[in-house]
């Protein structure tokens, strides 16, 4: 399995605009071959942003770099900007990825 990661420090105040652009975003990670799951997470608050996460878990690192590569991947960051015109961010995103070497799960845990 594979972990896809981006962090976001999300200016103080630009929270809602962030959330709002995810909730409406089409992402079609559901069409590729080897996607498992998506989540947008939401982290601690500082002096000056909020941190947030995107995580995508897959088969393998191939089909990640499979789904970087393919044209779902451009259609879905096409249409994931920012109208407000104001930058949301402080920095870029930062990507991290992580090839899993130990899972464990609890078959019935609610998610």
């Known amino acids: 399995m594979y972990i896809a990661m981006n962090r976001f ?6 929270e809602p605009t962030f959330e709002a652009i995810w909730r409406r975003r089409e992402s079609y990670l559901n069409e590729m071959a080897g996607f498992i799951e998506f989540r947008l997470l939401k982290g601690p608050t500082l002096d000056d942003h909020t941190l947030y996460a995107t995580h ?4 393998d690192k191939a089909s ?7 044209e779902q991947f451009r259609r879905s960051h096409a249409r994931a900007g920012n109208d407000s015109g104001q930058s949301l961010y402080l920095g ?10 130990r899972s464990e799960s609890k078959a019935d845990a609610a998610a």
Do not use: D, N
């Open 56 to 59: 995508t878990s897959w088969v």
């Open 92 to 101: 870029h995103p930062r990507f991290e990825g992580f090839e899993v070497i």
């Open 64 to 70: 990640f770099e499979a789904w970087t590569s393919s």
């Open 9 to 14: 420090q999300v200016r103080i105040g630009a």
